[in-house]
């Protein structure tokens, strides 16, 4: 479990589940021979041979006052067509509780976009249906990605991905549609990162002169800051996604703004630097602390 403190504002990562490799369907661009050349992704972001490493985790955002889960993961007892995704059963909902944080503590289900591996703990199967997981908490969704998702979106995997995961927590009223600038409260707002998906956000995190940013899809791995033309299958836009992302780089290069990128491994975050006509990430090793 790693930790990050932004003033008031404490950022803690609970991982469903890193791997290694076979993530090639998702940046097709990212061949072994291609990242290798990029000697500061090792050995962070890569292994020996160039394959990525990457980590599926959501992030507790803990506010003076909300508790606030940025993405929730793919969950468990899902149907999905990516074997290594199918039928989950892991210990995500032990260790958010070993972390200090029981269901009922969540104000907040923050999604940066609607993908399978953003909305799986949105629920949760009890007695042959699916309920929300945390039954306490709004679930905050961007309205235009709200929108296409359930009047543009077709396919038998997203329909059955809304079914499972969106539509029973929209369904129980735990839904708030909002703009993609949407303030959530004092310390944290939505900041929009388009082209991954039509409505997808990032969150930036500030207090007392401090800056984190959460980075959804909008870069997927490190290996997209020293590859910004590197695009993910799973865009919608991908020439949007690829002006976001060097958008996104030119803005915080060489800032305090602390970069965590939803599947980075860890380290997880750190910071953005130029180096020449390009970009590299300074981890940030935050702080590691043992689940009881």
Known sequence: ???????????????ELESVGGSRFILPDATPEAVLKHDWLSPHFINDEGKLIMSVHALIVE???KTIIVDTCLGNDKKRNIPAWNNLQLPFLEDLEAAGFKREDID??????????????NTMLV???????????????AKSEFEYWTEEAEGEEYATIMADSVRPVFEAGLVDLVPITHQICEEVVLEPTPGHTPGHVSVHIQSKEQHAVITGDSIHHPCQIAETTWSS??????????????????????KETLIIGTHFATPTAGH??????????????GSEETLA
């Open 1 to 15: 479990m790693h930790t990050w403190q932004i003033g008031d504002v404490k950022i803690t990562k609970i991982v």
């Open 63 to 65: 506010t003076p006052t």
């Open 108 to 121: 907040i289900v923050l999604c940066t976009h609607l993908h399978v591996d953003h909305v799986g703990w």
């Open 127 to 141: 007695d042959g249906a699916w309920v929300p997981t945390f039954p306490k908490a709004r679930y905050i969704m």
């Open 233 to 254: 299958s799973a865009d919608y836009d991908s020439a949007q996604a690829t002006q976001t992302r060097q958008d996104f780089l030119s803005l915080y290069a060489d």
């Open 272 to 285: 953005v630097k130029q180096v020449g006509t390009g970009y590299e990430l300074s981890v940030e090793g």
